[in-house]
């Protein structure tokens, strides 16, 4: 198993440009979910979705839009990108079942807006 | 929402000496996660703690959850290099999402 993968691992956009950053999980997880990691700010969650065809707003999600089209991916969409949108992006995935929601966090996006 | 807390913000010890991270929160925790995460790396889950009072040791690894179920701290017993790293809280959120704390960096000095 691959577990959750990241793609691209790195970008640079200028402002006002527009990407995609595709989430990927081989564990026939549920849940998913996206975060953006900024110094000494933690884990904040951006959206996420509790199954196929689901998405829900986190608590930053806005300048960020999402699909999750198929249970396996994803997707975390940036419009009009913004300085203010340079962070460490990662996505994670969980079982939803069983007792533990152990999120299973993928390798992480750096993203730069110039 | 839902918020916690987490102290020291960073903490730089020497190799052999122990360390300290708590996580606080004003209301009750239905259950505390713990993640570590490696300088340039992505968090990996580490425990969930879910009963009052509850201790659980992972090697020199020790977490507890308070007897009020607000409050949880992991005690490093002889820090190693290996050991650095960002180690986060993060409670149970509700509808299936989870509140980091902000984390504890943990430097070791050999």
């Known amino acids: 198993n691959a577990g959750v993968t990241q793609t691209p691992k790195f970008r640079v956009l200028k402002t006002g440009q527009s990407m995609t950053l595709l989430c990927a999980q081989d564990?026939?997880?549920?849940?998913m979910y996206w975060y953006r990691q900024d110094p000494g700010m933690g884990l904040r969650l951006i959206h996420y979705?509790?199954?196929?065809?689901?998405?829900a707003k986190g608590e930053v999600p806005d300048g960020y839009n999402v699909s999750r089209l198929k249970k396996q991916n994803f997707l975390l969409g940036l419009e009009s990108a913004a300085p203010s949108q340079t962070s460490v992006y990662f996505c994670?995935?969980?079982?939803?079942?069983?007792?533990?929601?152990?999120?299973?966090f993928g390798p992480g996006t750096r993203l730069t807006v110039t | 929402g839902q918020q916690v807390m987490q102290i020291p913000q960073y903490q730089h010890v020497q190799e052999g000496e122990d360390f300290t991270t708590y996580c606080n929160s004003s209301?009750?925790?239905?259950?505390i996660q713990w993640y570590k995460q490696r300088p340039g790396g992505h968090p990996v889950f580490l425990i969930q703690?879910?009963?009052?009072?509850e201790v659980k040791k992972q090697k020199r690894l020790t977490f507890q959850f308070g007897e009020a179920k607000k409050n949880s701290s992991l005690h490093i017993t002889a820090t190693q290099t290996t050991d650095v790293g960002t180690y986060f809280c993060?409670?149970?959120?509700?509808?299936?999402?989870?509140?980091f704390g902000a984390g504890t960096i943990l430097r070791v000095k050999s």
């Open positions: 703690l879910v009963k009052s009072g």
């Open positions: 564990m026939n997880h549920e849940y």
């Open positions: 979705s509790v199954g196929e065809g689901t998405t």
């Open positions: 994670a995935s969980v079982n939803g079942q069983g007792f533990t929601y152990e999120q299973y």
């Open positions: 209301t009750t925790l239905s259950n």
């Open positions: 993060a409670a149970d959120g509700g509808g299936n999402k989870l509140v």
